[in-house]
């Protein structure tokens, strides 16, 4: 296989890269929403596109399913750490924040918990989240003791039937914590995505990989404010 492949996610990261694509002169030429293809030709003859699972990308990437892909860093760090790697996945190059699909991972609770008493006390806290990982350690740093829910999918939901004490979650208008009647008590950190790249393609594949991590990075600081 000497062509490049590109793997994004359906949603925000793919409706987020598209416009960056575009600036460095690439077409995606069908619309994931309305086509059930799973691979999509663009414009280039030498590269494609491959819809994944966002918490796939960096799989898809590490082991040579795909030569590049986007991912929210709040996956690679989860990732990472899943693999006993802190700070990010393994083998994984990551030349370029993208800037892009932006939000920002935090605990919130029900808006009659009282966090920081509870925190203060040293009491268990009940947590449920899909990055088990990320919040495991950033409780152990703080030295609160947790007792961890894992999670795939509506959060917010836990403090609401009594499942958790708090959620860790991705917030991004705030709107769905709101809407739900919880509150952030904490940010742990920004969340961005990024261009990963596997190493073994950017060797063997340099001539075609470089070119396109360079238009990528010009497109994306262009848009930068
Ligand atoms: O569904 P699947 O498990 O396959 O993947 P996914 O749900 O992680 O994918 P997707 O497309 O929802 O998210 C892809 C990436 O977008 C994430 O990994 C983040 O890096 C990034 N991103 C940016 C977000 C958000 N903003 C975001 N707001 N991902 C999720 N959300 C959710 C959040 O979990 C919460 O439920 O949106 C809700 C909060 O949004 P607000 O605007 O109401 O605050
Ligand atoms: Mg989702």
Not at 12 to 29: C, H, Q, S, Y
Not at 194 to 216: M, N
Request: include cysteine.
């Amino acid at each position: 296989m000497n062509g490049l492949t590109l793997a994004l996610s359906k949603g925000r990261i793919f409706d987020d890269t598209l416009p960056l694509l575009r600036k460095a002169g690439i077409e995606v030429l069908e619309d994931p929403e309305k086509s059930r293809k799973l691979i999509l030709p663009t414009n280039r003859p030498g590269l494609r596109v491959v819809l994944v699972r966002a918490s796939d990308v960096p799989t898809y990437v590490e082991y040579g399913g795909a030569d590049v892909g986007v991912a929210g860093l709040d996956v690679l760090l989860e990732h990472g750490a899943a693999w006993g790697h802190h700070g990010g996945a393994t083998g994984l190059y990551q030349p370029l924040d993208l800037g892009i699909a932006r939000c920002r991972m935090s605990v919130a609770v029900r808006a009659d918990f009282n966090y920081p008493v509870a925190v203060q006390q040293g009491s268990r806290i009940r947590v449920a989240t899909k990055y088990v990982q990320l919040a495991r350690q950033h409780f152990a740093d703080k030295g609160v003791h947790v007792d961890l829910i894992k999670l795939y999918g509506s959060m917010e939901l836990a403090p609401l039937t009594g499942l958790a004490d708090a959620i860790v979650d991705l917030v991004s208008t705030g709107s769905t914590l709101k809407a739900n009647q919880l509150v952030e008590v904490e940010r742990i950190m920004d969340i961005s995505a990024r261009l990963i790249v596997s190493p073994a393609a950017l060797k063997l594949k340099r001539e075609t990989l470089r070119p396109l991590i360079d238009a990528l990075g010009q497109a994306c600081s262009e848009g930068a404010p």
